[in-house]
Every structure is written in C-alpha cells, then in structure tokens.
C-alpha cells in the first residue's frame, strides 16, 4: 500500500563465582577474553565510581580499538566515591578490587537478545564476573478497549488504499480499533490508476476506495476523497473540526503531532496541485 502514516543464571559462594550454566555468547565471551584481560592504571581521589570506570573504559578502547561498555543496575552504584590507585593491573583484578571496597558486584551480561549483551553490569550484590539480568518479565495480557474509544490518539492515513507490500490493511486496522484508535482514511488517484509526482519523483497510484472506506469503518473513523487540491482543503477543515474536540490544558507533544500530521495533508495536496499542472 502507498501510505503516509502519521503517527543466565548463577550463583556465587564465599566470593567465588559458580560454573557457568550455558555458554557465554560472543560478545560476553569477548568481553571476559579480551576488555578484562587489558591492563590498566590510574589514581583517584575521592572521585565517582562511574568516572573511574569511564577512564579505564577510555583506556581499554586506546588499547583495542573498542571501550569495555558499563551499565549500573542501580544508578547510586556509579555515584559512589572511591579513592582508588592501581598500575598496570588487569581490568578484571581492578574490578574485583573496586567491588570489594564498594561492596558490590558486576557480571557479564550474556544474552544474544539483549540491547547490552557483552556490557558489564555492576550490581549492588556480590557477584563476580557471572550473574544474571533476572527473569524475563511476562508480557500483561492486552485486553482489547471499544473501537474509537481512545480520544487522545489518532491515525490519519494518506493512500490509494492499493497494498504492494506489508501486512493486510484491514488486519492492521483491527490491531489500531482493538486499542481503541481511529484511523481516518484519505484517498487520492483514481480506480484507472496514473502516476503522480513532485520534485522528480513520481510514483504509480491506483485507488482502492472499499478497502480505505473498511479500514476507517473498522476503526469508527471517516473516510475521505482529496481527488484535487480543493478536495484536500475541505478534507482538512473537516478533519480540523472532528480532531479538536474540546479545549482544556494538554501536555503539548500530542498537539505538537497533530500539526504535524494536518501538514503532511497539506503536502500531498501540493503534490496533487502541482502533479496535475504538469498532465495539462
């Protein structure tokens, strides 16, 4: 369719970390191998945690031509100060001693599906080198609201109606009516079909009138036909009316998006004009 949318786990004993149950993935095992084998040094005077760890991270990248990267599984870990001195020692024996004298710990993320897999996570426990993210939060069950029950977001889509790839229309459309979405539909082209285009680029249109007309019927929305620019400027008066339904005090981003979606209607109805000056 031609559219425009607007809108592991481990253990540790007496500070000795258990045996592995699964095998770290490449970046975790890349990290053990190599960013915690660099040797690094430095002296600090009562300075944050997070600002020792961000010089040894500068270290290891002149060293290897990549930082070893940190995440915090809690925020006041990293604002901890630490007078701290070490010289030429390996990243790992650094840690360890670091998180001896904090009283934390850090591990390794391994998880092939995780945004940080190979980062080193320090913790407010006592691990060393292996631990685990915890487990995967269960997904809530999505119940489905009364279609057009959402009043605090929209969909306004600009098509032929004509899909040429993705997902079907109408199987997009229930996903927005069971979330309570209006998706107002705009067509443009006609049933014969023809190219339109703007600024060198042109694109083939063939209006599919019954499946813009479904779409918006599934969502409790309106379907309209912007054929001209004159079409288009009614189209968006009459959108302007239905869209602002009361006034009161808002967090302004949604108003932002708003005018950012009459806009791109105002676009295509350029488009429109000036396609139609160029087939004369």
């Given at each position: ?48 945690l997070r600002d020792v760890l961000k010089e040894f991270a500068h270290q290891v990248d002149?060293?290897?031509e990549h930082p070893v990267m940190w995440t915090y599984a809690d925020a006041k870990a ?185 806009l791109v209607v105002l676009a295509l109805g350029l488009s429109l004009w000036w396609s ?5």
């Open positions: 369719m031609h559219a425009v949318f607007v809108i592991l786990a481990a253990a540790a004993v007496s500070g000795q970390p258990a045996a592995r149950v699964a095998p770290d993935t490449p970046a975790a095992e890349h990290t053990r191998a190599k960013y915690l084998k660099a040797k690094v040094e430095g002296e600090f005077k009562d300075a944050a002149t060293q290897l990293g604002n901890l100060k630490v007078t701290f001195s070490c010289k030429k020692k390996s990243l790992e024996d650094v840690l360890d001693d670091l998180c001896t004298k904090l009283k934390l710990g850090y591990f390794v993320i391994s998880d092939a599906e995780h945004p940080r897999d190979g980062w080193v996570r320090i913790t407010m426990g006592t691990e060393r080198g292996i631990g685990s993210l915890g487990p995967k939060a269960e997904p809530k069950p999505f119940k489905p609201v009364a279609p057009g029950s959402n009043t605090n977001s929209v969909i306004i889509l600009m098509s032929d109606g004509r899909r040429t790839t993705g997902p079907d229309p109408l199987d997009a459309a229930k996903i927005a009516a069971d979330r309570g979405v209006r998706v107002f539909t705009v067509g443009f082209g006609t049933a014969a079909g023809g190219l339109i285009g703007f600024e060198g680029w042109s694109v083939y249109v063939r209006l599919d009138e019954e499946t813009l007309k479904a779409v918006a019927d599934v969502t409790r929305a309106e379907y309209f036909y912007a054929g001209t620019s004159a079409d288009l400027r009614k189209v968006y008066r009459n959108l302007n009316s239905k869209l602002v339904l009361e006034r009161k005090n808002v967090e302004i981003t949604s108003l932002i998006t708003m005018g950012a979606a009459l139609s000056r160029n087939l004369r």
